[in-house]
Nanobody
Framework: EVQLVESGGGLVQAGGSLRLSCTGS????????VGWFRQAPGQEREAIAC????????YYSASVRGRFTISIDSAKNTQFLQMSSLKPEDTAVYYC?????????????WGQGTQVTVSS
């Protein structure tokens, strides 16, 4: 059984930074695709980032590219999402997801989510 736990969300001012963490069991950050979706109130969920160590690539949506960065700690089976230059429109619940590859991320296993709120 795959279980994912996100942490690191909170309240931050615009222009600030947060680092989200995703860890768990039943998957490996250095083998499986692990990425992030977010969903703001009243909006559809948005895929924002995915890392696939197996093909050595990280993918970012246009809305976060250049501001968000994925890194991993294989020893702790943890993926980090470093979020910088945060904007109020980044306010959402952020979900960590794992799947065999980034193309199938939406069909993978999801964490419970962590709230990120960016104040103006």
């Amino acid at each position: 059984e795959v279980q994912l736990v996100e942490s690191g969300g909170g309240l931050v001012q615009a222009g600030g930074s947060l680092r989200l963490s995703c860890t768990g069991s039943g998957f490996a950050v250095d083998e499986d695709a692990v990425g992030w979706f977010r969903q703001a109130p009243g909006q559809e969920r948005e895929a924002i980032a995915c890392n696939s160590e197996s093909d050595g690539r990280a993918y970012y949506s246009a809305s976060v590219r250049g501001r968000f960065t994925i890194s991993i700690d294989s020893a702790k089976n943890t993926q980090f999402l470093q979020m910088s230059s945060l904007k109020p429109e980044d306010t959402a619940v952020y979900y960590c997801v794992t799947a065999p590859d980034c193309g199938r991320l939406v069909l993978g296993s999801w964490g419970q989510g962590t709230q990120v709120t960016v104040s103006s």
